[in-house]
Each structure stands twice: as C-alpha cells, then as structure tokens.
C-alpha cells in the first residue's frame, strides 16, 4: 500500500512533536520540511530523514507528491498557509489556534467545503487518552447534564517572548495560547454547546518580568524582551444557549504562588476533574465518592497527546475515519476568543444571536 506523503511547515519548537510522531506512523512517509528560516528546514529534515526542504512553503505546496500538511507556523500565518495549502489540494492539520479572527476562520470554513480535503484543528487534548477516557463516561450520561465548568492555567512566570508576545503575530496573549486549550476541552467535553454571551477582562500589568532572577521560564528562540505587546493575565464567563456557564483564567504573569492548571466539570450526576489530575466525582447510596480512574498518567501526557492526534490525521486522510476537531469547531472557538478580547476592549458583554 502507498504511504501518505506528509510535509511539515514551520519548523520550529512544536514540530518536533509532529515529525517524531509522523515518524512512528508506519503508514507516513516524511518527506518534506519547510521554514522560512532555512537552516531550521535542513536541520529537520535531516533529523527526520525528510527527501526535501525548503525555505518558501508556496514551492512545497507546489510539489504533487505531498498529500498531506501540518502547518506549525506563527499564528498571524496560519489563515494565509492553510488556504493555500488547501487548494493546492493537501490535507491540512493546523496547529492551535486556527488563525486569528473569525472572518480569517470562515474563509479557511468556506475552502474546506469547496475543496472537500481535511482540515484538522490541533486541539490535541480532545486526542488525549484521558480526554477519550471521559468522553465514554459523558457519552453514557455518568454526570447528567453539565452546566458549569471551571479552567485556569495560571503561569507566575511565562511569556515565552518572541512572536508569542508580538501581537501581530500572535493575534493576542496567554488567552489564544493556552486559554484556547482549556476552554476547548471544557466545551467541547460539555457536548459543544452553541455561545450566548462573554464577558471577558484582560489585563496587561506586569509587563514580561524579565527583570526576575532564579527562576528560569521557557523563552521562544528569537526571545527579546524589549517586545511586548500582549495581555499578562485574562478571565472570562462564558454563558451558552442551554444555560450552561463557563468561567476561565490564564496568564504568562501573575503574582500566584505557583502555577497552575485546573479543568473541572460539573454535571447534575457527577463532576470530573481533567486536570490537575483526571478524578470522577459522584454520589451512591448518600455518599460522595472521588474515585480515581486507574491509568497510565493520570494527568495530560503530551508525548502521548500529539501521537493520538497525528495518527487520528493520518487515518481522516486515508478515508478511514472521521477528525475529532473539524474546521467548525475551530471557527466557535474563534469567535470565543475574539468575543473575550472584544468583551475586554469595549467594557461590555458580548451577545451572539
Ligand atoms: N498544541 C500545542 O500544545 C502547541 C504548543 C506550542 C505551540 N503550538 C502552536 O504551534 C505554532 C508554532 O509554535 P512554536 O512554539 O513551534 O513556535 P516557534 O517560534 O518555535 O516556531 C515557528 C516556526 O515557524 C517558522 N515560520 C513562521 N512563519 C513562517 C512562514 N510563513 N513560512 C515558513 N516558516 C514560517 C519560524 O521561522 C519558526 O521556525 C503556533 O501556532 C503555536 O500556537 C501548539
């Protein structure tokens, strides 16, 4: 049987873990890396045995034999890249977040329908074995009807520098870059209910601290602490059609003890904690019980994580299933994101219809 040709662009932190999880994929070829930064594309494909490479993703594309990309670029490009990619008729999975606002969303919805190819959003926590874990439990209506869930992913000390904290680039702060996973994975366990209203508030007091001795933080490669143009803490209440609410922090700065990363959910059955660590909450005979799941890593295992998702990518493609994050999925999730931003900008809440 033909591999399927897969071809990589950005290749920078991140896409390490697609190419070694493309590279256990025994019905994946490598065959093409791309960066603008040509250097970068070499050393990869190199690493991972890749035929080609090359520094304009436009010629990649043009290659007939690639019939498949993951696009791991600034997320200012991801619209621009994935469209293209697209209608040179790839496959695309596109790293978190989609791109970075709801009209750039669209256009990459309305490709997908006139191309017909596959376009898989990299929420990779929805492929994560706890998350399929408690979608069994949701799906057999252990916790009833979930109304409210809860998610903070509090850095003390994190604003990785670079693009991530050049708003052009980025589209935004801690909100689109690690806010985007933990309100996916609260909506999309809590059945993807439609947003009614946000209120949103972002903050930028802190500044990125670079001031701090002893303690060390995860600094993007072209880090430059002169630059920063984003929010250090942001908070939002989402409220959904079926009266369900959801209520969110993140920072990259904060003056917290430590930091901190929580999703929990709540139903009118029982409640489950994601993170720190996955507990199922419920009640028998008028006692409450915690019980604890046994299983390989009771928190979120991201080497694991990123195989689910690149192999669940490489089945869709070859027809043999269907992705767990599809463009529309992505599309809400811009449109909760901008409504926070905009809810902060404007001082109000935002009402969809
Ligand atoms: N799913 C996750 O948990 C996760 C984690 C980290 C980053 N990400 C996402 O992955 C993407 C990349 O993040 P990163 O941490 O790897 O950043 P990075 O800065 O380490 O790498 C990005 C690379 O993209 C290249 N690039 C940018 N624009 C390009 C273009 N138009 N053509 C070719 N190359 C281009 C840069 O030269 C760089 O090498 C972002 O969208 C980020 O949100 C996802």
């Not at 695309?92 to 606002?101: D, F, G, N």
């Not at 993807?192 to 601290?209: C, D, E, F």
């Not at 901008?338 to 219809?353: A, H, L, Q, R, T």
Request: charged share 25%; hydrophobic share 35%; proline share 2%.
């Amino acid at each position: 049987m033909s591999k399927l040709k897969i071809g990589v662009i950005g290749a920078g932190s991140i896409s390490d873990m697609h190419l070694q999880s493309y590279e256990k994929n025994e019905r994946v070829e490598l065959y093409a890396v791309c960066d603008m930064n040509i250097k970068r594309a070499e050393e990869k494909a190199t690493k991972y045995g890749a035929a080609k490479y090359y520094d304009d993703y436009h010629s990649l594309l043009a290659d007939e034999t690639i019939d498949a990309v993951s696009i791991c670029t600034w997320n200012n490009s991801h619209a621009e890249i994935t469209i293209a990619a697209l209608k040179a008729g790839k496959h695309v999975l596109v790293e978190k977040p989609l791109c970075t606002s709801v009209e750039e969303a669209k256009n990459i919805e309305e490709t997908v329908k006139q191309t017909g190819k596959v376009l898989q959003v990299g929420f990779v926590r929805r492929y994560a074995s706890n998350t399929k874990l408690l979608k069994e439990f949701i799906d057999a209506d252990e916790l009833g009807d979930i109304y409210y869930a809860k998610a903070s992913c509090l850095r003390r000390l994190g604003n990785p520098g670079g693009w991530f904290s050049d708003k052009e680039r980025s589209g935004g702060g801690p909100l689109i870059d690690i806010g985007v996973h933990v309100i996916d994975i609260c909506w999309y366990l809590m059945g993807k209910p439609k947003v009614k209203s946000i209120t949103g508030n972002t903050y930028s007091k802190l500044g990125n601290r670079s001031n701090v001795n002893n303690l060390s933080f995860y600094k993007a490669a072209d880090y430059d602490p002169e630059k920063n143009t984003v929010e250090d803490l942001a908070n939002a209440l989402i409220r959904f059609e079926n009266g369900a609410s959801l209520m969110v922090d993140v920072s990259f700065t904060l003056h917290a003890k430590k930091d901190e990363i929580t999703v929990k959910l709540f139903g009118e059955k029982g409640g489950v904690e994601v993170e720190p660590e996955l507990s199922i909450i419920t009640e028998k005979h008028n006692t409450i019980l915690n019980a604890t799941p046994q299983v390989d890593s009771l928190t979120f295992d991201f080497i694991q994580g990123f195989q689910n998702e690149i192999d669940h990518f490489v089945l869709t493609c070859l027809d043999e299933t269907e992705t767990l994050s599809p463009v529309e999925d992505g599309v809400e999730m811009m449109k909760i994101l901008c409504g926070i931003y905009e809810s902060s900008e404007k001082g109000i809440e935002i009402v969809f219809d």
